[in-house]
């Protein structure tokens, strides 16, 4: 079994920068890969980023590509998601994912943290 708690969320201007955190508790954090969703507020869960057991791969969906950015520190047992020039269409409560195949896709996780709600408005 894994916890996950995410962090970090809030109320952001367009064009800000904000870091998620995700502390993960309750099994061997470097045996998953870990990834971030968004679900924005009648849409499907969408793919945002996951980074590999060592931290060394990474992949990204195509609306965040360049503006985002995952890290994992796996002393702390802790994955960020490193997000900049915000715009309001990335308004969506943010979830983290553990997953021992972990890719782009919702079934691929084995376990998801609860979420954290990110606005971008002015």
């Known amino acids: 079994q894994v916890q996950l708690d995410e962090s970090g969320g809030g109320l952001v201007q367009p064009g800000g920068s904000l870091r998620l955190s995700c502390a993960a508790s309750?099994?061997?954090?470097?045996?998953?890969?870990m990834g971030w969703f968004r679900q924005a507020p009648g849409k499907e869960r969408e793919f945002v980023a996951v980074v590999g057991k060592s931290g060394g791969n990474t992949y990204y969906g195509d609306s965040v590509k360049g503006r985002f950015t995952i890290s994992r520190d796996n002393a702390k047992n802790t994955v960020y998601l490193q997000m900049s020039s915000l715009k309001p269409e990335d308004t969506a409560v943010y979830y983290c994912?553990?997953?021992?195949?972990?890719?782009?896709?919702?079934?691929?996780?084995?376990?998801w943290g609860h979420g954290t709600q990110v606005t971008v408005s002015s």
């Open positions: 994912a553990a997953g021992r195949i972990g890719g782009s896709f919702r079934l691929q996780y084995d376990y």
């Open positions: 309750g099994s061997t954090f470097s045996r998953y890969n």
